[in-house]
T-cell receptor, first 112, second 112 residues
Framework: DVKVTQSSRYLVKRTGEKVFLECVQD?????MFWYRQDPGLGLRLIYF???????EKGDIPEGYSVSREKKERFSLILESASTNQTSMYLC???????????FGEGSWLTVV | LAKTTQPISMDSYEGQEVNITCSHN???????ITWYQQFPSQGPRFIIQ???TKVTNEVASLFIPADRKSSTLSLPRVSLSDTAVYYC?????????????FGTGTLLAVQP
């Protein structure tokens, strides 16, 4: 079975803190993704990486950055957390082509 | 990319068959139709994919008419544990996965 593991399930951070969300996949997938999910808005793509050290902005990259130093690991960074970044964050991975994306369990981030 | 339209929500009772229809009027020749299921507090997971006619697996069936402008996900004899959000995606199976768009999905609520 494909496994996408997100390091933290629940986090509470203060406004202005730097936040790291880590994700690891075990299927040697080229692509990795970070989405956020908010009620009524569906899944929105923050950043996408198609190879080590390569990244592309998604639909809502503002306030976020990413790091992919190794193929299996993709990190989402909130440089200075704000309350409007309170959300569920989903990491995912896939092969380069196709319609099948594998998601992690999600990380619930609350910024107070 | 073909845009998809699904009902926002549906209600059902245990033991009933549930059919969720997705409209995709602008589907392209190379596009496949894929459905994902998302339980509360979890990431979406792949359930079924098809190109035309009918596809069946252990979880669901997918019916696609000849014009492929819509598709219907059929869940036989639902149980309470089938309460989830169901997403319909349309995309070129040879296309880049970062172009797949998750809408708001259909919230299926199964009652006793």
């Amino acid at each position: 079975d494909v496994k996408v593991t997100q390091s933290s399930r629940y986090l509470v951070k203060r406004t202005g803190e730097k936040v790291f969300l880590e994700c690891v996949q075990d299927m040697d997938h080229e692509n990795m993704f970070w989405y956020r999910q908010d009620p009524g808005l569906g899944l929105r793509l923050i950043y996408f990486s198609y190879d080590v050290k390569m990244k592309e902005k998604g639909d809502i990259p503002e306030g976020y950055s990413v790091s992919r130093e190794k193929k299996e690991r993709f990190s989402l960074i909130l440089e200075s957390a704000s309350t409007n970044q309170t959300s569920m964050y989903l990491c995912a991975s896939s092969f380069t082509r196709g319609n099948t994306i594998y998601f992690g369990e999600g990380s619930w981030l609350t910024v107070v | 990319l073909a845009k998809t339209t699904q009902p926002i929500s549906m209600d059902s009772y245990e033991g009933q068959e549930v059919n969720i229809t997705c409209s995709h009027n602008n589907i392209a020749t190379n596009d496949y139709i894929t459905w994902y299921q998302q339980f509360p507090s979890q990431g979406p997971r792949f359930i079924i994919q098809g190109y035309k006619t009918k596809v069946t697996n252990e979880v669901a069936s997918l019916f696609i008419p000849a014009d492929r402008k819509s598709s219907t996900l059929s869940l036989p004899r639902v149980s309470l544990s089938d309460t989830a959000v169901y997403y319909c995606l349309v995309g070129d199976i040879g296309g880049a996965t970062n172009k797949l768009i998750f809408g708001t999905g259909t919230l299926l609520a199964v009652q006793p």
